[in-house]
């Protein structure tokens, strides 16, 4: 089972160009994971034990105020990474997340991922810029959905019908 994560590991686009040893360290803490659509993969406040290469399927990332509906702030297919709480404490997830069409994914355990990385740092290395590439790319998606709900004072609002 451990060859055939590493397999995936080194096809999947987050884990491209790690050497072989990283993905072994990594590899040795998966497993494959199916979920059915319309499932709730993660909520907001509840502990990160794992995170999520995606393989096959569409999840979403959502946040939500009492009362209100959920909103979509991202939606992530394969090729991608869901959830990065699991790096710094308190290990509590950000955002929901919900598997919006059947997934497979490769489930990472967050405990034995962390000690690893203590243990080595080239692989904390590796892991922490790959991370901030996605923590990034996630905050500047959510201020477009931010602006995109409340718009901008400096900006006008185009309001014209059939625009």
Known sequence: MRSNIKTKLSEHRFFQGFPDSVLNEIAGCGSIKKIKGDTMLAHEGDPADEFY?????????????????????????????????????????????HVVKDATLMAFDARCLRGRVENDHELGYLLMKRFAQIITQRLKSSRLQLLNLYGSEDQPTNTAPGT
């Not at 009492?66 to 992530?76: E, M």
Request: hydrophobic fraction near 45%.
């Open 53 to 97: 290469a995606i393989l096959e399927g569409r999840i979403a990332v959502e946040t939500s105020l009492p009362g209100n509906p959920p909103r979509v702030l991202q939606t992530l297919h394969a090729g991608e990474i869901i959830g990065w709480s699991w790096i710094f404490p308190p290990y509590e997830w950000t955002f929901d997340a």
